[in-house]
């Protein structure tokens, strides 16, 4: 018997990790190819849509490169919460945070180094001969605003406590039943808060864009989020089958209940 909760424990264990460890490395990941912006409609050959928006604002859709790999993290968020609860996500999420601060804080001190001068001589043009200054191109690309970070940073916890939240709080209604329900539904409230609270403060308070700007361009991003979390439901339901195989069906109930009832409590 106490081999048998032994092995149990090491499954639920090692779950977590791997979770944990999914979840950190696309959202750090995530922030630090965020710097990008790219067009959406080039992406498949078309122009640019030029919606009419908010203010007579006319907008593409022009997402940051960072949103290819956060429908992970949504993905990661409801596993975790199906499994492990609210204090599960809070624990990741928490861990998370400080990792990007100090992912940041050494991206600052490192690009504050001075560049060897072999370095700069020998990348000092661009593939068709232009002028190009690599250690600028360095800092441009790995450094972000103060404006940025706090404001992603912000809406990442905001949006991660949110989602737990409301994950349980429709568990109430649907039970062990309607997972897409649940996981859609918490991860579509949590990113609405999300794409407007990392604009709101990256480029309204510590930028210079208007609000209408701001809420135009939030807008495109939720757009795509809202459609993503639809797109990729049935992964959850992958996820589900794997993870309760690995588990067995005993356990994996066990811990659902769980921590449906430490959310609860």
């Known amino acids: ?18 979770l944990s460890g999914i979840f950190i490395s696309n959202a750090l990941l995530a922030e630090l ?8 409609e080039a992406l498949f050959g078309l122009p640019g ?28 968020t409801d596993i975790i919460n199906e499994y492990f609860g ?3 996500v809070k624990k990741v999420s ?45 800092n441009m690309i790995y450094r972000q605003g103060l404006g940025i970070i706090i404001g992603s940073l912000a809406a990442f916890l905001v949006s991660q406590f949110l989602d737990a ?9 649907t039970g062990s039943k309607k997972i897409w329900l649940r996981a859609t539904g918490s991860t579509l ?8 609270v990392v604009l709101f403060i990256a480029f309204f308070v510590f930028g ?20 993503v979390a639809i797109i990729l439901t049935p992964v959850l339901y992958v996820a589900h089958y794997f993870i309760d195989g690995y588990l067995g069906d005993n356990q994996a109930e066990a811990l659902i209940k769980a921590s449906a009832a430490e959310s609860e409590s």
């Open 165 to 173: 939240t409301v994950f349980h709080w429709l568990r109430k209604y």
């Open 49 to 76: 849509a030029q919606l009419p928006l908010l203010g007579g604002n006319k907008l593409d859709f022009n997402l940051t490169a960072g949103v290819m790999i956060w429908p992970v993290v949504f993905i990661t």
């Open 86 to 88: 609210k204090q599960g």
């Open 189 to 196: 409230v949590s990113q609405l808060i999300d794409s407007f």
């Open 208 to 227: 210079n864009w208007t609000m209408e700007l701001v809420l135009s361009v939030a807008t495109i991003n939720y757009i795509y989020k809202f459609l």
């Open 94 to 138: 928490i861990l998370t945070v400080g990792l990007i601060l100090y992912a940041f804080l050494v991206i600052f001190l490192v690009t504050g180094l001075p560049p060897a001068p072999f370095w700069l001589e020998l990348n000092n043009t661009d593939a068709q001969g232009n002028p190009f200054n690599i250690d600028f191109a360095y």
């Open 33 to 40: 190819i965020g710097v990008k912006i790219f067009s959406g």
């Open 1 to 18: 018997m106490a081999q048998q909760t032994s092995d149990s424990e090491k499954k639920r264990t090692f779950l977590f990790l791997v």
